[in-house]
């Protein structure tokens, strides 16, 4: 209850945010009486006033059965996921594709509960063997980055 | 007959060689991914965009695909929820209810057959339905100007919160959030930079791609790790494998009746395959009364919610190919597939491209004869593939989707995105949010501003414009009516909850 509350709140200021930088678009020449700015002025109104409602009344959250409650842990676990994932887009062009799959790969496998030499084989396979797939097969271009030397 | 000619096109246009391997690896991919946990048809679909686009496929082609792998999936699902218990996603939660027990006592094989041969019922009766009611429905829809659209697409996003149940707040505040979100990027009609802080990046919008993919795959990835099993011990499929004829015409009534009843729920937007897959089973568990053993393993509780969403996910289609609104997530993913073509889904498709619609129409058909027969042969590898442990899955799926939002702009910007979507989506999931209607309302976003700009441009100005004619004015009543559905539904609630507390 009380997380929905801030979360509707925190929405609640995001949209007056947005609200705020959509205020002065305007057209600089406009051949409609609409403008630019009356949709999303809309969206983010009703928006708002949805989430007011939210704040007063929260809704129940009905939780499944076979879900487990939010520990610390699982909390570190997520923020560990993330932490990760982001570090995966940061490395995907400079280190290129193989090198930071198998860089992230290799952490979240051990996150999920692999072995160490297990997760090693599965995620370097499947990086070189994805890469093969879509790079080579498929047209897909990625980035070959630190590997690029071994090219040709 | 101009339908049936049209029709006989469609088969030819599916029947080419080409197009059948493309189905049958449609029908396998998806099967797979629809088998995995945290991979669903939205995720499956969206995942094969951008790499149908790069295969260079020709776009009857890349929709066949599609089509395939979306009933792969649907059928993916179906597995799981027999043989583990485990609902792929929310549609085949139904089916569990009987599939499981039926898989129990040895009949897995019967059981997943049956699944298979009512699904190929319901998504039949749906596409002779589609047959008779698109085309129709596509002359009709080209008298609709843009105030009717306008009103339509509040209509389509009202019945989404109407349809949704027991938290249309929230439905709402998802879909506003989508609607907002399409708002985002260069203005089309005044150049206007919107919401783009600056970035170059998200000068041409949020890309579809990645806004599915964070929300639906990085939020489940982020919620596999709260439940730490390694793979399942599936049911083992022995036995007979085929159902028999003697089963097959004791459900065949249910197939009947739940087919026309899920093809209705199919068309309405919003209702959708879950809603759908409910009422059919709850429907039949009433008719049968006491001669059922509903929830111990009763052939019909299985059949009538397979048939109702085999018939549910053609009957989708209806509404996304005649008027371009879609009505379910995954038909919301179709629709960005197509933008991608260039092709505008509307009354116009079924004039300018026939080929396409048909062609479509047709595969749908090819695909789920497809789906029956490999059945027989790989379900003991498809089980195999139940038993993969999360460790290895998931770094896998991560990489796969991180490959997918790449193939689309090659910038790594979009990851970062994608992973911003992502944890918002994992939020929105535990605070109980549904998240298709995210989608819907990015899909429907850019429509319905453009149509409200243009009906305004028309009139001047003038608001009235958007309840002048007829249609317009039946799809205001209309959606009042879907308004109010929930309050009475609450309303109702409540009033039984009184009546508890009194008696008690």
């Known amino acids: 209850m009380i997380l929905q509350r801030i979360f509707a709140l925190v929405l609640l200021a995001v949209c007056i945010a947005l609200a705020v930088m959509a205020w002065p678009y305007q057209a600089a020449f406009s051949y409609e009486p609409v403008g630019p700015r009356a949709y999303p002025l809309l969206m983010l109104g009703l928006m708002g006033l949805g989430l007011l409602y939210l704040v007063f009344r929260p809704t129940p959250i009905v939780h499944k059965d076979d879900e487990p409650a939010l520990d610390r842990p699982t909390l570190i676990k997520i923020a560990a996921c993330v932490g990760l994932l982001i570090v995966f887009a940061a490395t995907f062009e400079s280190l290129g594709f193989i090198v930071s799959a198998i860089l992230i790969g290799l952490p979240m496998a051990r996150l999920y509960g692999g072995r160490w030499l297990h997760s090693a084989i599965v995620v370097v396979a499947m990086s070189i063997f994805l890469y093969w797939l879509f790079d080579r097969v498929m047209d897909v271009p990625l980035p070959l980055g630190l590997l690029s030397v071994l090219e040709n | ?504």
């Open chain 2, 1 to 504: 007959m101009d339908t049936m000619s049209y029709l006989g096109q469609g088969f030819g246009v599916a029947l080419s060689p080409y197009n059948l391997v493309t189905a049958l690896c449609g029908t396998l991919i998806g099967t797979v991914v629809g088998l995995l946990p945290g991979l669903g048809p939205i995720n499956g679909v969206a995942l094969l965009i951008p790499i149908a686009f790069a295969l260079g496929l020709p776009p009857e082609s890349a929709l066949i695909l599609l089509a395939a792998v979306y009933l792969g999936c649907e059928y993916g699902g179906r597995i799981s929820s027999i043989l583990l218990n485990i609902p792929g996603e929310a549609s085949t939660v139904m089916t569990t209810l009987d599939g499981y027990p039926m898989a129990r006592q040895g009949l897995a094989g019967v059981a997943l057959s049956l699944s298979a041969w009512s699904s190929f019922i319901g998504a039949f009766i749906a596409t002779c339905g589609m047959v008779l009611f698109a085309p129709l429905l596509a002359k009709w829809a080209i008298a609709f100007g843009p105030a009717e659209y306008f009103v339509l697409m509040v209509f389509a996003i009202v019945c989404l919160g109407g349809m949704a149940g027991d938290k249309p707040l929230k439905t709402f505040i998802a879909a506003l959030i989508g609607l907002f979100l399409s708002a985002v990027g260069i203005d089309a009609n005044s150049g206007v930079y919107r919401f783009t802080g600056d970035s170059v990046h998200l000068a041409d919008g949020i890309q579809f791609v990645v806004l599915v993919l964070g929300l639906f795959s990085i939020s489940e990835i982020l919620l596999l790790l709260e439940k730490t099993h390694h793979g399942h011990q599936a049911v083992k499929a022995t036995g007979r494998m085929l159902f028999n004829l003697k089963e097959a015409a004791s459900v065949f009534t249910v197939n009947i009746r739940c087919g026309l009843l899920g093809f209705i729920m199919g068309v309405l937007p919003g209702a959708g395959a879950t809603l759908a897959s409910a009422v059919a089973y709850m429907t039949e568990k009433r008719i049968a009364g006491a001669s059922g053993k509903f929830g111990k393993g009763d052939a019909r509780g299985l059949a009538a919610p397979e048939t109702a969403i085999g018939a549910s996910c053609c009957g989708a289609l209806v509404p996304m190919l005649t008027l371009g609104v879609p009505g379910s997530g995954t038909t919301a993913v179709m629709i960005g597939a197509l933008t991608l073509y260039n092709i505008t889904p509307g009354p116009l498709l079924f004039e300018q491209q026939p080929d396409i619609v048909w062609g479509l129409i047709a595969s749908l058909f090819i695909a789920n004869i497809m789906l029956v027969i490999l059945n027989i042969p790989m379900i003991r590898i498809f089980t195999r593939i139940l038993a993969v442990p999360n460790w290895a899955l998931v770094p896998v799926i991560a990489i796969i989707t991180a490959i997918g939002v790449y193939a689309v702009h090659a910038t790594t910007f979009d990851l970062f995105l994608m992973v911003g979507i992502g944890i918002m989506g994992y939020i929105l999931r535990k605070l109980d949010f549904p998240l298709s209607p995210i989608l819907l309302g990015f899909i429907l976003g850019g429509l319905m501003e453009q149509n409200l700009r243009r009906a305004l441009s028309i009139s001047n100005g003038e608001l009235g414009i958007l309840w002048s004619s007829p249609i317009s004015l039946s799809v205001w009543v209309l959606t009042a009516c879907m308004l109010t559905l929930p309050l009475l539904r609450i309303w109702r609630r409540r009033a039984l909850q009184r009546r508890a507390m009194a008696d008690a």
